[in-house]
T-cell receptor, first 114, second 115 residues
Framework: KAGVTQTPRYLIKTRGQQVTLSCSPI?????VSWYQQTPGQGLQFLFE???????NKGNFPGRFSGRQFSNSRSEMNVSTLELGDSALYLC?????????????FGPGTRLLVL | AQTVTQSQPEMSVQEAETVTLSCTYD???????LFWYKQPPSRQMILVIR??????QNATENRFSVNFQKAAKSFSLKISDSQLGDAAMYFC????????????FGTGTSLTVIP
């Protein structure tokens, strides 16, 4: 089975722009979670989607949003980019998002905001 | 919110030796799950080992084992017979059994393996 894939792998944007990141989960996985990883804050949970619905949300401003499609692929959008949004964005997938399941992470998208 | 603390930003170990990475967490919940993830320089996070809080027996996976002390809220990872491929950033993570699929991660420990 193919693993979790994320596109693009690298992205450079300027302040004020918006960006969309994509995540394709492992085939059959319906839960997709997003995390922001920075040297200062470590890994922080953004949100989780399951069956096209946001099921959990972390403590991030409304500029961060996401969605999930019927094929379980997920996108994350950040509007009005700030310098502090520079980070590695990881997505993870699991079958149902249940506690007994393993989450599988993608390689991440590295976003640089100038 | 739950917090996870890894007090060792960096650790090193000689090849074939044993190393222990520390993790403590703060929670008022009784049921939860703990994980150790490995993130090699290629950046893909990989699950190393998991522990269910209701299980008293410490989890083991080949050369990796944990020391889970629920009362002390401690969850350390022991790597035996360290190999060069074990060099990576190691993250301790917490998942509640009540609040859904949301993980809380520590800040990580960078492990260097010395040949």
């Amino acid at each position: 089975k193919a693993g979790v894939t994320q596109t693009p792998r690298y992205l450079i944007k300027t302040r004020g722009q918006q960006v969309t990141l994509s995540c394709s989960p492992i085939s059959g996985h319906r839960s997709v979670s997003w995390y922001q990883q920075t040297p200062g804050q470590g890994l922080q949970f953004l949100f989780e989607y399951f069956s096209e619905t946001q099921r959990n949300k972390g403590n991030f401003p409304g500029r961060f949003s996401g969605r999930q499609f019927s094929n379980s692929r997920s996108e994350m959008n950040v509007s009005t980019l700030e310098l502090g949004d520079s980070a590695l964005y990881l997505c993870a997938s699991s079958l149902q998002g249940a506690d007994v399941e393993t989450q599988y992470f993608g390689p991440g998208t590295r976003l640089l905001v100038l | 919110a739950q917090t996870v603390t890894q007090s060792q930003p960096e650790m090193s170990v000689q090849e074939a030796e044993t190393v222990t990475l520390s993790c403590t967490y703060d929670t008022s919940e009784s049921d939860y799950y703990l994980f150790w993830y490995k993130q090699p320089p290629s950046r893909q996070m990989i699950l190393v080992i998991r522990q269910e809080a209701y299980k008293q027996q410490n989890a083991t996976e080949n050369r990796f084992s944990v020391n889970f002390q629920k009362a002390a809220k401690s969850f350390s990872l022991k790597i035996s017979d360290s190999q060069l491929g074990d060099a990576a950033m190691y993250f301790c993570a917490y998942r509640s059994a009540y609040t859904g699929n949301q993980f809380y991660f520590g800040t990580g420990t960078s492990l260097t393996v010395i040949p």
